[in-house]
């Protein structure tokens, strides 16, 4: 299974379109529907705050979207810890609270995630300022994190 963030949610939207590209979009509908790929609940929200339109795909398909249960809040606590952001104070440059959850959402479930997240070529020396991919390549975090286009080309699938 994978959890899918909104960054790749909305490079799909926004580099796919439905109107363009409508096989992709069945296909990660039948993902949704098949419960191979779900989305974090604050992934979702940030969905719809940044893209109404593609938030409403999501509902209409049926995507899964994941509640933070307490294994993932717990989750979210040891990868904060980790990083050293203590009293949510949390680096400009680095993951923010939605970020730390959506992490902690395929951390406590074993699964992978599919972020658009840029990866840092040169990791700060300040651990806050790690961004998605850095923060899962980790060893005590240990997700894997793929982008929506290795997401889509691991599939097999041909659009």
Request: contains cysteine; charged residues 20%; proline residues 6%.
């Amino acid at each position: 299974m994978r959890v899918i963030d909104a960054s790749s949610t909305i490079f799909a939207w926004d580099n796919y379109p439905i109107t363009h590209f409508p096989k992709l979009w069945e296909w990660l509908a039948s993902e949704f529907e098949a419960g191979t790929l779900y989305m974090p609940n604050a992934a979702f929200g940030e969905v719809g705050h940044k893209v109404p339109d593609c938030q409403n795909w999501l509902t209409d398909c049926s995507c899964q979207v994941a509640p933070e249960t307490n294994q993932i809040v717990q989750a979210a606590y040891q990868i904060k810890q980790l990083l050293g952001i203590q009293n949510d104070q949390f680096h400009p440059d680095g993951v923010d609270e939605n970020d730390v959850l959506i992490i902690a959402t395929a951390k406590a479930n074993g699964h992978m995630l599919v972020s658009n997240e840029n990866k840092q070529p040169t990791l700060p020396a300040n651990m806050k300022r790690l961004r998605i991919p850095a923060v899962c390549d980790l060893t005590p975090v240990g997700v894997t994190c793929n982008n929506f286009v290795e997401y889509f080309k691991a599939s097999g699938k041909v659009f």
